[in-house]
T-cell receptor, first 114, second 116 residues
Framework: EPEVTQTPSHQVTQMGQEVILRCVPI?????FYWYRQILGQKVEFLVS????????KSEIFDDQFSVERPDGSNFTLKIRSTKLEDSAMYFC????????????FGSGTRLTVV | AQSVTQLGSHVSVSEGALVLLRCNYS??????LFWYVQYPNQGLQLLLK??????LVKGINGFEAEFKKSETSFHLTKPSAHMSDAAEYFC??????????????FGQGTILTVHP
């Protein structure tokens, strides 16, 4: 069964450093997402991406965050200057043209900012 | 706006007993509803989904859920719990409609413990 692949599975970074989280969505999917889950809290929507542009973003997704689909297969989330409160599990998800098919999530990247 | 409330952050059952995980939603548009399961140190796996077809939805691992519009509920059930069902379960709502970009709103999760 097709999978969404995320790398790395764990990343530790120092506060103020830039990080890039990588995702390879399922090849025929059209919509791409990032969600995050702070330990002990809900899974929260960060951003959706369609047709090479952001279609919606949450309040969390401020100027420190950016997304890119540089080569038609990878989908990246960049955090420009990490803060302690960015420590969380970050999930990438993708889906086909309609929500009928549901979303396929990757296994996540656990980001720890120290 | 959409929201999801999962009643009970922890549910504990005996092996072989009925599993009932409760989910109530709020949505200003017809919803699509999902249940996801998360095993320790793993990602979110889709258990089942309601997308405006049959109101009783069957999923993987013997789970099912019933969409009740009048009660705004989408409770998850399994007749007989197995030790391998121990995990965290998330209910989520999406905006219905094929042209919608979609955005899942999750409940806070319910940790299911199964004891022998």
């Amino acid at each position: 069964e097709p999978e969404v692949t995320q790398t790395p599975s764990h990343q530790v970074t120092q506060m103020g450093q830039e990080v890039i989280l990588r995702c390879v969505p399922i090849s025929n999917h059209l919509y791409f997402y990032w969600y995050r889950q702070i330990l002990g809290q809900k899974v929260e929507f960060l951003v959706s991406f369609y047709n090479n542009e952001i279609s919606e973003k949450s309040e969390i997704f401020d100027d420190q965050f950016s997304v890119e689909r540089p080569d038609g297969s990878n989908f990246t989330l960049k955090i420009r200057s990490t803060k302690l409160e960015d420590s969380a599990m970050y999930f990438c998800a993708s889906r086909t043209g309609t929500a009928n098919y549901g979303y396929t999530f990757g296994s996540g990247t656990r980001l720890t900012v120290v | 706006a959409q929201s999801v409330t999962q009643l009970g952050s922890h549910v504990s059952v005996s092996e072989g007993a009925l599993v009932l995980l409760r989910c109530n939603y709020s949505s200003s548009v017809p919803p699509y509803l999902f249940w996801y399961v998360q095993y320790p140190n793993q990602g979110l796996q889709l258990l089942l989904k309601y997308t405006s077809a049959a109101t009783l939805v069957k999923g993987i691992n013997g789970f099912e859920a019933e969409f009740k519009k009048s009660e705004t509920s989408f409770h998850l059930t399994k007749p007989s719990a197995h030790m391998s069902d121990a995990a965290e379960y998330f209910c989520a709502v999406d905006r219905a409609g094929g042209t919608s970009y979609g955005k899942l709103t999750f409940g806070q999760g319910t940790i299911l413990t199964v004891h022998p």
